[in-house]
Protein backbone atom coordinates (compact mmCIF):
# COMPACT_ATOMS: atom_id res chain seq x y z
CA UNK A 1 0.00 0.00 0.00
CA UNK A 2 1.71 3.05 -1.52
CA UNK A 3 1.76 5.90 1.16
CA UNK A 4 0.23 9.23 -0.24
CA UNK A 5 2.31 12.25 -0.11
CA UNK A 6 1.09 15.02 1.43
CA UNK A 7 2.07 18.44 0.00
CA UNK A 8 1.64 21.74 2.34
CA UNK A 9 1.39 25.44 0.39
CA UNK A 10 3.38 27.79 2.74
CA UNK A 11 2.19 31.32 2.40
CA UNK A 12 5.25 33.70 2.25
CA UNK A 13 5.86 35.56 5.20
CA UNK A 14 7.30 38.73 5.13
CA UNK A 15 9.06 40.45 7.73
CA UNK A 16 10.71 43.50 7.44
CA UNK A 17 12.17 43.67 10.54
CA UNK A 18 12.94 41.30 13.47
CA UNK A 19 10.21 41.37 16.07
CA UNK A 20 11.62 38.81 18.72
CA UNK A 21 10.52 40.11 22.05
CA UNK A 22 8.54 43.32 20.91
CA UNK A 23 5.50 43.55 22.63
CA UNK A 24 2.19 44.13 20.56
CA UNK A 25 2.14 47.80 21.02
CA UNK A 26 5.25 48.57 19.70
CA UNK A 27 5.21 46.24 16.88
CA UNK A 28 1.75 48.47 15.86
CA UNK A 29 3.78 51.09 16.41
CA UNK A 30 6.39 50.37 13.98
CA UNK A 31 4.26 49.38 11.46
CA UNK A 32 1.83 52.70 11.65
CA UNK A 33 4.99 53.98 10.96
CA UNK A 34 6.00 52.22 7.99
CA UNK A 35 2.35 52.95 6.80
CA UNK A 36 3.03 56.37 7.27
CA UNK A 37 5.93 57.12 5.70
CA UNK A 38 3.98 55.56 2.07
CA UNK A 39 1.64 58.42 2.61
CA UNK A 40 3.94 60.75 3.32
CA UNK A 41 6.05 60.08 0.06
CA UNK A 42 3.08 60.94 -2.01
CA UNK A 43 2.75 63.94 -0.27
CA UNK A 44 6.57 64.92 -0.37
CA UNK A 45 7.21 63.54 -3.92
CA UNK A 46 4.25 66.66 -5.31
CA UNK A 47 5.16 69.09 -2.61
CA UNK A 48 8.64 69.28 -3.76
CA UNK A 49 8.77 68.31 -7.39
CA UNK A 50 8.12 69.72 -10.79
CA UNK A 51 4.14 69.41 -10.19
CA UNK A 52 5.04 72.41 -7.50
CA UNK A 53 7.30 74.58 -9.51
CA UNK A 54 4.91 73.99 -12.58
CA UNK A 55 1.96 75.03 -10.36
CA UNK A 56 3.65 78.36 -9.24
CA UNK A 57 4.36 79.20 -12.38
CA UNK A 58 0.82 78.63 -13.38
CA UNK A 59 -0.34 80.65 -10.92
CA UNK A 60 1.72 83.83 -12.03
CA UNK A 61 4.78 83.80 -10.15
CA UNK A 62 7.51 85.54 -11.35
CA UNK A 63 11.28 85.03 -10.70
CA UNK A 64 11.23 87.36 -7.29
CA UNK A 65 7.96 85.26 -5.81
CA UNK A 66 9.87 81.77 -7.11
CA UNK A 67 12.50 82.54 -4.98
CA UNK A 68 10.94 84.18 -1.66
CA UNK A 69 8.65 80.92 -2.31
CA UNK A 70 11.30 78.39 -1.86
CA UNK A 71 12.95 80.45 0.52
CA UNK A 72 9.85 80.12 3.22
CA UNK A 73 10.36 76.35 4.24
CA UNK A 74 13.92 76.91 4.75
CA UNK A 75 13.46 79.84 6.88
CA UNK A 76 10.37 78.31 8.60
CA UNK A 77 13.19 75.82 9.65
CA UNK A 78 14.84 77.24 11.95
CA UNK A 79 11.67 77.68 13.88
CA UNK A 80 13.20 74.09 14.93
CA UNK A 81 14.87 75.38 17.55
CA UNK A 82 11.78 77.05 19.61
CA UNK A 83 10.25 73.83 18.75
CA UNK A 84 12.54 71.97 20.41
CA UNK A 85 12.34 73.72 23.41
CA UNK A 86 8.61 74.25 23.53
CA UNK A 87 8.91 70.33 23.30
CA UNK A 88 11.40 69.98 26.54
CA UNK A 89 9.24 72.37 28.16
CA UNK A 90 6.01 71.33 27.55
CA UNK A 91 6.94 67.15 27.36
CA UNK A 92 3.52 67.04 25.29
CA UNK A 93 5.08 65.62 22.14
CA UNK A 94 1.86 63.72 20.68
CA UNK A 95 -0.30 67.00 21.08
CA UNK A 96 2.61 68.74 19.57
CA UNK A 97 2.96 66.53 16.49
CA UNK A 98 -0.76 65.89 15.63
CA UNK A 99 -1.74 69.57 16.35
CA UNK A 100 0.47 70.89 14.13
CA UNK A 101 0.88 67.89 11.48
CA UNK A 102 -2.58 68.55 10.61
CA UNK A 103 -2.66 72.05 10.77
CA UNK A 104 0.89 71.64 8.37
CA UNK A 105 -0.67 69.23 6.00
CA UNK A 106 -4.40 70.25 5.50
CA UNK A 107 -2.69 73.61 4.20
CA UNK A 108 -1.66 71.77 1.25
CA UNK A 109 -5.40 71.40 0.54
CA UNK A 110 -6.42 74.75 0.76
CA UNK A 111 -3.38 75.81 -1.34
CA UNK A 112 -4.31 73.42 -4.17
CA UNK A 113 -7.89 74.38 -4.29
CA UNK A 114 -6.80 78.33 -4.33
CA UNK A 115 -7.18 78.64 -8.24
CA UNK A 116 -10.83 77.92 -7.44
CA UNK A 117 -11.17 80.02 -4.04
CA UNK A 118 -9.24 83.30 -5.74
CA UNK A 119 -10.77 84.32 -9.19
CA UNK A 120 -8.12 84.96 -12.18
CA UNK A 121 -8.21 88.48 -12.31
CA UNK A 122 -6.59 88.68 -8.27
CA UNK A 123 -3.56 86.58 -9.69
CA UNK A 124 -1.24 88.94 -7.20
CA UNK A 125 -3.82 87.46 -4.52
CA UNK A 126 -3.28 84.33 -4.80
CA UNK A 127 0.40 84.36 -4.84
CA UNK A 128 -0.04 85.87 -1.27
CA UNK A 129 -2.50 83.69 -0.43
CA UNK A 130 0.26 80.64 -1.42
CA UNK A 131 3.12 82.45 0.40
CA UNK A 132 0.75 82.78 3.25
CA UNK A 133 -0.21 79.19 3.53
CA UNK A 134 2.82 77.40 2.40
CA UNK A 135 4.37 79.89 5.42
CA UNK A 136 1.42 78.06 7.80
CA UNK A 137 2.45 74.48 6.56
CA UNK A 138 6.10 74.74 6.98
CA UNK A 139 5.87 76.60 10.76
CA UNK A 140 4.07 73.36 11.20
CA UNK A 141 6.75 70.75 9.87
CA UNK A 142 9.25 72.33 12.63
CA UNK A 143 7.10 70.65 15.07
CA UNK A 144 6.78 67.75 13.53
CA UNK A 145 10.36 67.16 12.57
CA UNK A 146 11.45 67.57 16.46
CA UNK A 147 8.72 65.26 17.32
CA UNK A 148 8.78 62.95 15.12
CA UNK A 149 12.44 62.32 15.87
CA UNK A 150 12.22 62.16 19.20
CA UNK A 151 9.43 59.73 19.25
CA UNK A 152 11.31 57.21 16.61
CA UNK A 153 14.19 57.20 19.33
CA UNK A 154 12.13 55.98 21.95
CA UNK A 155 9.68 53.99 20.08
CA UNK A 156 12.68 51.77 17.65
CA UNK A 157 14.73 49.53 20.07
CA UNK A 158 18.46 49.77 19.56
CA UNK A 159 19.51 46.15 18.54
CA UNK A 160 17.16 46.76 15.15
CA UNK A 161 17.51 50.06 14.85
CA UNK A 162 19.68 49.92 11.53
CA UNK A 163 17.33 46.92 9.84
CA UNK A 164 14.09 48.66 10.55
CA UNK A 165 15.21 52.19 8.92
CA UNK A 166 16.46 50.33 6.24
CA UNK A 167 13.17 48.53 5.52
CA UNK A 168 11.38 51.85 6.04
CA UNK A 169 13.21 53.37 3.44
CA UNK A 170 13.10 50.89 1.25
CA UNK A 171 9.09 51.04 1.52
CA UNK A 172 9.51 54.90 0.83
CA UNK A 173 11.22 54.81 -2.27
CA UNK A 174 8.81 52.43 -4.19
CA UNK A 175 6.23 54.74 -2.83
CA UNK A 176 7.98 57.58 -4.52
CA UNK A 177 8.72 55.80 -7.89
CA UNK A 178 5.09 54.73 -7.77
CA UNK A 179 3.67 58.80 -7.11
CA UNK A 180 6.13 59.91 -9.82
CA UNK A 181 5.16 57.74 -12.44
CA UNK A 182 1.38 58.88 -11.79
CA UNK A 183 1.92 62.10 -11.32
CA UNK A 184 3.36 62.49 -14.91
CA UNK A 185 0.76 60.26 -15.90
CA UNK A 186 -1.77 62.77 -14.65
CA UNK A 187 0.42 66.07 -15.54
CA UNK A 188 0.64 64.95 -19.37
CA UNK A 189 -2.98 64.40 -19.34
CA UNK A 190 -4.63 67.24 -17.55
CA UNK A 191 -5.16 70.70 -18.88
CA UNK A 192 -5.13 74.16 -17.23
CA UNK A 193 -4.84 74.11 -13.44
CA UNK A 194 -6.97 70.93 -13.16
CA UNK A 195 -4.01 68.29 -13.05
CA UNK A 196 -2.46 70.77 -10.91
CA UNK A 197 -5.02 71.01 -8.26
CA UNK A 198 -5.81 66.90 -8.10
CA UNK A 199 -2.62 66.58 -7.07
CA UNK A 200 -1.82 68.62 -4.74
CA UNK A 201 -5.36 67.98 -3.02
CA UNK A 202 -4.44 64.22 -3.22
CA UNK A 203 -0.49 65.26 -1.54
CA UNK A 204 -2.74 66.98 1.57
CA UNK A 205 -4.93 64.21 1.99
CA UNK A 206 -2.23 61.86 2.06
CA UNK A 207 -0.07 63.99 4.20
CA UNK A 208 -2.70 64.22 6.51
CA UNK A 209 -3.47 60.42 6.55
CA UNK A 210 0.62 60.22 7.24
CA UNK A 211 -0.49 61.81 10.74
CA UNK A 212 -3.19 60.61 11.28
CA UNK A 213 -1.57 57.15 11.82
CA UNK A 214 0.16 58.53 14.78
CA UNK A 215 -3.18 58.77 16.75
CA UNK A 216 -2.58 54.87 16.80
CA UNK A 217 0.58 55.12 18.41
CA UNK A 218 1.16 54.29 21.65
CA UNK A 219 3.62 56.86 22.41
CA UNK A 220 5.91 55.96 25.16
CA UNK A 221 6.64 58.54 27.86
CA UNK A 222 9.36 61.55 27.44
CA UNK A 223 12.24 61.33 29.84
CA UNK A 224 12.17 63.79 32.44
CA UNK A 225 14.96 66.20 32.42
CA UNK A 226 16.82 66.66 35.06
CA UNK A 227 17.01 70.11 34.81
CA UNK A 228 13.32 71.41 34.55
CA UNK A 229 13.81 75.10 35.17
CA UNK A 230 16.58 75.72 32.47
CA UNK A 231 16.09 78.31 29.82
CA UNK A 232 16.43 78.67 26.33
CA UNK A 233 20.06 79.49 26.23
CA UNK A 234 20.86 77.36 29.13
CA UNK A 235 19.38 74.70 26.80
CA UNK A 236 21.69 75.59 24.19
CA UNK A 237 24.41 76.06 25.20
CA UNK A 238 24.59 72.62 26.32
CA UNK A 239 24.16 71.65 22.93
CA UNK A 240 27.28 73.90 21.57
CA UNK A 241 29.50 72.17 24.04
CA UNK A 242 29.52 68.73 22.79
CA UNK A 243 31.67 68.45 20.78
CA UNK A 244 30.67 65.24 19.42
CA UNK A 245 27.50 66.42 18.50
CA UNK A 246 28.40 69.80 16.70
CA UNK A 247 31.07 67.72 14.85
CA UNK A 248 27.88 65.65 13.17
CA UNK A 249 26.33 68.82 12.71
CA UNK A 250 29.60 70.60 10.63
CA UNK A 251 29.59 67.34 8.71
CA UNK A 252 25.68 68.12 7.51
CA UNK A 253 25.80 71.61 7.07
CA UNK A 254 28.87 70.89 4.57
CA UNK A 255 27.19 68.20 3.22
CA UNK A 256 24.01 70.48 2.65
CA UNK A 257 26.17 73.19 1.57
CA UNK A 258 27.84 71.61 -1.29
Known sequence: MNAKR???????HIRLYDTTGLSQDVQTGLNLAILAVTFCMVFTNV??????????RKLGADALALGIISAIPVAA?????????????WQKRRALFLVFGLISRLSWVVIGLIPLLIPLSHEHLRIVALMVLLAVSAAGGAFINVSFYSLMGDLVPLRIRGRYFSARQAVSLLAGILTGLFVSWLMDRAEG???YIIVLVVAG??????ICCFFKVNWPAMPARERKGEGFFAMLRAVLRDKGYMKIVGYF??????
Do not use: N
Not at 6 to 12: E, S
Not at 77 to 89: F, G, N, R
Open 253 to 258: TAWMFS
Open 205 to 210: VFGTLD
Open 47 to 56: TTGAAWTGYQ
Open 77 to 89: STLQIVASYILEK
Open 193 to 195: FTG
Open 6 to 12: RFHVRKP
